[in-house]
C-alpha cells in the first residue's frame, strides 16, 4: 500500500476544498471519492476496497459514477475519508441559502 505522507491538515484541507468543488457542482461524488482516495490517502483502488469492504468493481463503478449502489455502501466508501453520504437541494439558488452561515442568536 502507497500511502502519502500528508500532515492532518493538508489532509483537511485538501477534503474541505473538494468538498467544495462537489457542492459548487464542479465535480461528481465519483469523482470526489476517486481524488480522495487517490490524492489523500494514496491507495489504488484494490486497495481501498478492500479497505472498505468492496469489490474493485464496485468501488470502479462508484468513482465512473456508474451503476446502482445502495445507501449503505455509499457510506462506507466514503466513511474512511471522513465523510457520510446526505441529500442536498438541486437548486442553486436554494442550495445557496442552505450553504449560508445561520444568524447568531445568541446575541442579547
Known amino acids: 500500500m ?5 500532515s492532518p491538515d493538508e489532509r483537511e484541507e485538501k477534503l474541505i476544498e473538494a468538498t467544495r468543488r462537489l457542492v459548487a ?3 461528481s ?3 470526489l471519492l ?3 482516495r487517490r490524492d489523500v490517502l494514496g491507495l489504488t ?10 469489490s474493485r468493481r464496485t468501488l470502479s463503478d462508484m ?5 446502482n449502489v445502495t445507501l449503505e455502501v455509499m457510506n462506507r466508501a466514503f466513511r474512511p475519508l471522513g465523510l457520510k453520504v446526505c441529500l442536498m437541494p438541486r437548486q442553486p ?3 445557496e441559502k442552505v450553504m449560508e452561515k445561520e444568524p447568531d442568536n445568541t446575541k442579547e
Request: zero cysteines; a negative charge.
Open 2 to 6: 502507497k500511502r502519502h505522507s500528508l
Open 25 to 27: 457542482g464542479e465535480i
Open 29 to 31: 461524488e465519483g469523482d
Open 34 to 36: 476517486r481524488l480522495l
Open 45 to 54: 483502488q484494490n486497495d481501498y476496497a478492500r479497505l472498505v469492504g468492496i
Open 63 to 67: 468513482e465512473g459514477d456508474k451503476g
Open 93 to 95: 439558488a436554494l442550495l
